[in-house]
């Protein structure tokens, strides 16, 4: 390459933004890490873990939500948008670790819950103490039909009706989730405005963006219509099992973009920040928050490694698909886990979990981590008599409870896994004295070195982190695909069964490279050209020439 070839690329890399080359790694608070011995994380003990998650290379951390909370939802039910809950520290706490992160060289963003608030909010007291009060339009009110039938067949995510009805003022309010999280009235202005308020309250103090929680629940449908059942489901109607309908008007409504676009606007406002959304809608639908000339979100969350099975024609065909339908500049995602959904390594087995995060951080696009994916933390087995998610509660008989998922981070082989020195709010799984960072940091076969290398490599690879995508086929065994930037070029394959499997090229393709990481360790350096042999379970990065 020349030097004025160099110098080019060079250029073209400086006009990505932190959040398209870098890592996101995701912390469910009350479960990183306790420094003061209530069996709860918080936020010094997220400071105090800062050199770890330097150490492995990630660049941004995300917090799930630590505002003042009644914890009806673990902290998605806000009491208080512009304070921190005694659990997790003060706000001087707050301050220190936005301080130490940026020290770091690294980025930090905040859970946004816009759709709805605690009931224990001042707003929503003020709203529901009498039907004239000038906040009773900040929510969703109805009189509901006659003889007291409710307003529509709309159901909680949680599970039961979504309508609660208020004695004091005869009237029902909306909740799409617990009845302790009323919606927002986010059709009036005053609720805009004061939503942007809050925002503008941390952008100013520095962080450096939003994750929003249920961005495409916020706007519902005006006449509030039925939902129609969904075709696909399994549930009766008098089970009260949200998925029986199809949430059409509850959700998804196309002025939901205007809302977005304030948001990004406001966002915009403030130099290299960055707004996520939440959003679980088909890849169609999905790309639409990217917004009219890509001012709506920077990064529509992409699920689609999250809920798909783990197949590998479906899987190749997904990543295709979301490929074509990004809009001319949008950024693509990726997602393997997260708060709400089983671990990766539960969802698809151990032996698969490496090529999931090797699929994850060499795909097109931002990559996010859940906390402890890193070393194969899975979803741990909760007594029936120790659930405390209301969605678990709310639905026994479902086994869907998201407390597996969000247990204790295992750091160490001392008490409680080094995570508190009391009882932790949630049990620690029986291998934890085994499987935590510490023993895996001294062993180069772990699964935190692999993903330390992976995360390393792909830092030092434009190819990697910007380059461009290009499937190169896929079977019912594997997919295998190229990432390519200037004159650097990598083949990856990845085995999703089992079973050995072959690597054919098609159509008179070549490809001739070294591995320079693989699943496993021992092919590392070996050179490799056309027909290549897998192990089931195994993966390959391989650095074309």
């Given at each position: 390459m020349?030097?004025?070839q160099?110098?080019?690329e060079?250029?073209?890399q400086?006009?990505y933004?932190?959040?398209?080359?870098g890592v996101?790694y995701?912390?469910?608070p009350?479960s990183f890490?306790?420094?003061?011995?209530?069996?709860?994380g918080?936020?010094?003990g997220?400071?105090?873990?800062l050199?770890?998650?330097?150490w492995l290379g990630?660049d941004?951390?995300?917090?799930s939500?630590?505002y003042?909370?009644?914890m009806a939802?673990?902290?998605y039910?806000?009491s208080?948008y512009r304070?921190?809950?005694?659990?997790?520290?003060?706000?001087?706490?707050?301050?220190?670790?936005?301080h130490?992160?940026?020290?770091?060289?690294?980025?930090l963003?905040?859970?946004l819950v816009p759709n709805?608030?605690?009931d224990q909010h001042?707003?929503?007291?003020?709203?529901?103490?009498?039907k004239?009060?000038p906040?009773?339009d900040w929510?969703?009110?109805?009189?509901?039909?006659e003889?007291?039938?409710?307003?529509n067949?709309?159901?909680?995510?949680?599970?039961?009706?979504?309508?609660?009805w208020?004695e004091?003022?005869?009237q029902?309010?909306?909740?799409?989730?617990l009845k302790e999280q009323?919606?927002?009235?986010w059709?009036?202005p005053?609720?805009?405005?004061?939503?942007l308020?809050?925002m503008?309250f941390?952008?100013?103090k520095?962080i450096?963006?939003?994750?929003?929680?249920?961005?495409?629940?916020?706007?519902k449908?005006?006449?509030l219509?039925?939902?129609p059942?969904s075709?696909?489901s399994i549930?009766?109607?008098?089970?009260?099992?949200?998925?029986?309908?199809?949430?059409v008007?509850?959700?998804d409504q196309?002025e939901?973009?205007?809302i977005v676009?304030?948001m990004?606007?406001?966002?915009?406002?403030?130099?290299?920040?960055?707004?996520i959304?939440e959003?679980?809608?088909?890849?169609?639908k999905?790309?639409?928050?990217y917004?009219l000339?890509?001012k709506g979100?920077?990064?529509p969350?992409n699920?689609?490694?999250?809920t798909?099975?783990w197949?590998?024609a479906?899987?190749?065909?997904a990543?295709?698909?979301?490929?074509g339908a990004?809009?001319v500049?949008?950024?693509p995602?990726w997602?393997l886990?997260n708060h709400d959904?089983?671990?990766?390594?539960?969802r698809?087995?151990?032996s698969?979990?490496k090529?999931?995060?090797l699929?994850l951080?060499t795909?097109?696009?931002?990559p996010?981590?859940?906390y402890?994916?890193?070393?194969?933390?899975?979803d741990?087995?909760i007594p029936?008599n120790e659930i405390v998610?209301?969605q678990?509660?709310n639905?026994?008989?479902l086994?869907v409870s998201?407390d597996?998922?969000r247990t204790?981070?295992q750091?160490?082989?001392?008490?409680?896994?080094?995570?508190?020195?009391?009882?932790?709010?949630?049990?620690?799984?029986?291998?934890s004295?085994?499987?935590?960072?510490?023993?895996q940091k001294?062993?180069p076969?772990?699964m935190?070195?692999f993903?330390?290398?992976?995360?390393?490599?792909?830092?030092?690879?434009?190819?990697?982190?910007i380059?461009?995508y290009?499937?190169?086929?896929?079977?019912?065994?594997?997919?295998s695909?190229?990432?390519e930037?200037?004159?650097?070029k990598f083949?990856?394959i990845l085995?999703l069964s089992?079973?050995?499997?072959y690597?054919?090229p098609r159509?008179?393709?070549?490809y001739?490279?070294t591995?320079?990481?693989?699943?496993?360790?021992?092919r590392?350096?070996?050179?490799?050209?056309?027909i290549?042999?897998?192990?089931?379970?195994?993966?390959?990065?391989?650095?074309?020439?």
């Amino acid at each position: 390459m020349t030097t004025e070839q160099t110098r080019t690329e060079t250029l073209n890399q400086t006009k990505y933004l932190w959040w398209q080359h870098g890592v996101i790694y995701q912390i469910y608070p009350r479960s990183f890490q306790d420094s003061n011995g209530d069996g709860v994380g918080d936020l010094k003990g997220v400071t105090s873990r800062l050199d770890y998650l330097q150490w492995l290379g990630v660049d941004c951390i995300w917090l799930s939500p630590i505002y003042p909370s009644p914890m009806a939802d673990f902290g998605y039910d806000i009491s208080d948008y512009r304070g921190i809950h005694p659990l997790f520290g003060t706000m001087e706490d707050f301050d220190e670790l936005l301080h130490e992160t940026h020290n770091r060289g690294m980025k930090l963003l905040l859970d946004l819950v816009p759709n709805h608030t605690s009931d224990q909010h001042p707003w929503f007291l003020e709203s529901r103490s009498s039907k004239d009060n000038p906040k009773r339009d900040w929510y969703i009110w109805h009189d509901g039909g006659e003889n007291g039938a409710l307003p529509n067949n709309w159901l909680s995510v949680f599970g039961g009706h979504a309508w609660e009805w208020d004695e004091q003022t005869q009237q029902y309010y909306y909740h799409a989730f617990l009845k302790e999280q009323p919606d927002l009235n986010w059709r009036n202005p005053e609720v805009q405005q004061a939503m942007l308020d809050v925002m503008r309250f941390w952008l100013d103090k520095g962080i450096d963006g939003f994750r929003v929680d249920v961005m495409w629940h916020m706007i519902k449908d005006e006449q509030l219509r039925d939902n129609p059942p969904s075709p696909d489901s399994i549930y009766n109607a008098d089970d009260l099992i949200y998925d029986h309908y199809n949430p059409v008007y509850s959700t998804d409504q196309p002025e939901v973009h205007d809302i977005v676009r304030m948001m990004r606007d406001l966002t915009d406002q403030y130099d290299d920040r960055v707004l996520i959304g939440e959003i679980y809608l088909p890849i169609q639908k999905l790309v639409t928050y990217y917004g009219l000339d890509n001012k709506g979100a920077h990064l529509p969350f992409n699920f689609q490694l999250l809920t798909l099975p783990w197949d590998s024609a479906r899987i190749a065909a997904a990543i295709d698909e979301y490929e074509g339908a990004l809009p001319v500049q949008g950024w693509p995602n990726w997602v393997l886990s997260n708060h709400d959904k089983p671990r990766i390594s539960s969802r698809i087995g151990r032996s698969q979990a490496k090529i999931a995060a090797l699929m994850l951080l060499t795909l097109r696009g931002t990559p996010t981590i859940y906390y402890g994916d890193e070393i194969g933390m899975r979803d741990v087995a909760i007594p029936i008599n120790e659930i405390v998610d209301p969605q678990g509660l709310n639905m026994p008989d479902l086994n869907v409870s998201r407390d597996p998922s969000r247990t204790p981070m295992q750091w160490s082989s001392e008490i409680n896994s080094g995570f508190s020195q009391n009882k932790p709010w949630l049990r620690l799984p029986y291998n934890s004295g085994r499987v935590n960072v510490e023993t895996q940091k001294s062993n180069p076969y772990s699964m935190l070195a692999f993903y330390r290398k992976l995360i390393a490599l792909r830092k030092e690879s434009a190819a990697l982190n910007i380059g461009a995508y290009s499937p190169v086929y896929s079977d019912q065994q594997l997919i295998s695909y190229t990432r390519e930037f200037g004159d650097e070029k990598f083949l990856i394959i990845l085995n999703l069964s089992h079973r050995p499997c072959y690597f054919k090229p098609r159509n008179n393709a070549s490809y001739k490279g070294t591995i320079v990481l693989g699943t496993e360790t021992e092919r590392v350096g070996m050179q490799v050209e056309d027909i290549i042999t897998l192990a089931g379970d195994e993966g390959l990065l391989i650095r074309l020439y």
